[in-house]
Nanobody, 117 residues
């Protein structure tokens, strides 16, 4: 299974971006799909996840600004980011998890988001 993230870029504060993450390879139904980010010098942190049964989880820092969605049939997950702030600058990684007796964890390659004037 491969995850391919896209949609990052340079945006001014207050602007918007939409990230996409598509999967390829063997088709699985993932329990959770989501986004994490890592800024220079920081650990990777959760941004938002969405479970297959519709359970949302957002970091407090992005609540009300970011919206996660997924197309289960296509195994694609999206992150709509509005009202972006300089502190949102990071490499964003998509993630997918599935359980088959053991939790399997898959990561995309990351896409850079830079919020700067």
């Amino acid at each position: 299974v491969q995850l391919q993230a896209s949609g990052g870029g340079l945006v001014q504060p207050g602007g918007s971006l939409r990230l996409s993450c598509a999967t390829s390879g063997r088709f699985f139904t993932f329990n959770d799909m989501g986004w994490y980010r890592q800024a220079p010098g920081n650990e990777r942190e959760l941004v938002a996840t969405l479970g297959s049964v519709g359970k949302f989880n957002y970091a407090d820092s992005v609540k009300g600004r970011f919206t996660i969605s997924r197309d289960t049939a296509k195994n694609t997950v999206y992150l709509q980011m509005n009202s972006l702030k300089p502190e949102d600058t990071a490499v964003y990684y998509c993630n997918a998890k599935r359980y088959d007796g053991t939790w399997r964890n898959y990561w995309g390659q990351g896409t850079q988001v830079t919020v700067s004037s």
